[in-house]
């Protein structure tokens, strides 16, 4: 019998949106919906949501009295789902992503098909730029997604992916990270082997929908991410001093060019913030 599917989403002061995402999982066939609310706003969403969805048994809201960021958040999604249905697949999807039609069919096969992945993700179209894997380089903490960087290994974006829980330890993502570069430790954690990519574009992605791209909090929170991975991706000692040089150099040189295009010197500020950030996690 082929497990349940039960999809997940975070909530963060959207409902309108969120119920967008809500409406194309349970059109493509998913069993079930746990919305994970992180608003902290005294419930307010999170009635908001219950309200708009009171008559759909499927649907399902769990508050949080407090903000716990998106790894976080996931995990602790995942506990509810794993707990409430034991067998079941998790379809995880930000809340400003929707999926195409056939989608949980043809991902459920790919993970079906390799019982050594313990996760099946698509194509993405990012607001007109379709992506699939995304490739990290280690030292300089560039993105490629057209083809990799030297030195750089796959990770999956986190927006649209179909977990079998019961194949890894959980928790999936790694709680140091607040917002960005979970993913990319997924990835890292994984390894090729263990992900199985579905080359369809199965899902389209609003992105950045409660980060705002460009804003005090995506810069912020980017750099931070970029900073931790020096961490968590060095293999030695010596591996962590040249991950930090070289982020230094690749972070930086990032910063100054949106600080140009931006025309202000906010994203060079955010990413010693970001720096700030990382080392008070991790103590850098």
């Given at each position: 019998?082929?497990?349940?599917?039960?999809?997940?989403?975070?909530?963060?002061?959207?409902?309108?949106?969120?119920?967008?995402?809500?409406?194309?999982?349970?059109?493509?066939?998913?069993?079930?919906?746990?919305?994970?609310?992180?608003?902290?706003?005294?419930?307010?969403s999170?009635?908001?949501?219950?309200?708009?969805?009171?008559?759909?048994?499927?649907?399902?809201?769990?508050?949080?009295?407090?903000?716990?960021g998106?790894?976080?958040?996931?995990?602790?999604g995942?506990?509810?789902?794993?707990?409430?249905?034991?067998?079941a697949w998790?379809?995880l999807?930000?809340?400003?992503?929707?999926?195409?039609?056939?989608?949980?069919?043809?991902?459920?096969?790919?993970?079906?098909?390799?019982?050594?992945?313990v996760?099946?993700?698509p194509?993405?179209?990012?607001?007109?730029?379709?992506?699939?894997?995304?490739?990290?380089q280690?030292?300089?903490?560039?993105?490629g997604?057209?083809?990799?960087?030297?030195?750089?290994?796959?990770?999956p974006?986190g927006?649209?992916?179909?977990i079998?829980?019961?194949?890894?330890?959980?928790?999936?993502?790694?709680?140091?990270?607040?917002?960005?570069?979970?993913?990319?430790?997924?990835?890292?954690?994984?390894?090729?082997?263990?992900?199985?990519?579905?080359?369809?574009?199965?899902?389209?992605?609003?992105?950045?929908?409660?980060s705002?791209?460009?804003?005090?909090?995506?810069?912020?929170?980017?750099?931070?991410?970029?900073?931790?991975?020096?961490?968590?991706?060095?293999?030695?000692?010596?591996?962590?001093?040249?991950?930090?040089?070289?982020?230094?150099?690749?972070?930086?040189?990032?910063?100054?060019?949106?600080?140009?295009r931006?025309?202000?010197?906010?994203?060079?500020?955010?990413?010693?913030?970001?720096?700030?950030?990382?080392?008070?996690?991790?103590?850098?």
């Amino acid at each position: 019998m082929n497990p349940q599917i039960v999809g997940l989403t975070l909530n963060y002061r959207d409902a309108a949106r969120t119920s967008r995402c809500i409406d194309s999982l349970l059109a493509d066939g998913a069993d079930a919906v746990l919305v994970w609310d992180n608003s902290e706003d005294g419930g307010a969403s999170a009635q908001a949501l219950r309200q708009h969805w009171k008559d759909e048994a499927r649907v399902t809201i769990e508050p949080s009295a407090r903000n716990l960021g998106f790894a976080v958040g996931v995990n602790r999604g995942i506990d509810a789902i794993v707990k409430r249905w034991p067998r079941a697949w998790i379809m995880l999807i930000n809340n400003d992503a929707v999926l195409h039609h056939g989608a949980l069919a043809a991902l459920d096969a790919a993970l079906r098909a390799q019982p050594q992945a313990v996760i099946a993700y698509p194509q993405v179209d990012h607001g007109g730029r379709v992506t699939g894997s995304v490739y990290y380089q280690r030292v300089f903490a560039l993105l490629g997604f057209d083809r990799p960087w030297p030195g750089s290994f796959a990770y999956p974006s986190g927006s649209v992916l179909l977990i079998a829980p019961e194949r890894i330890n959980l928790p999936l993502f790694d709680e140091d990270f607040f917002m960005y570069g979970e993913d990319v430790m997924l990835g890292w954690r994984l390894g090729a082997e263990r992900m199985a990519f579905v080359p369809q574009v199965l899902a389209w992605h609003e992105g950045s929908a409660s980060s705002r791209n460009g804003s005090w909090f995506y810069e912020t929170r980017t750099a931070a991410g970029h900073w931790l991975l020096a961490r968590k991706l060095a293999r030695s000692p010596l591996d962590r001093i040249t991950l930090l040089a070289g982020r230094v150099f690749g972070l930086g040189a990032r910063a100054l060019v949106r600080s140009i295009r931006f025309k202000n010197l906010m994203p060079l500020r955010a990413c010693i913030t970001g720096w700030r950030i990382a080392r008070d996690r991790s103590r850098l």
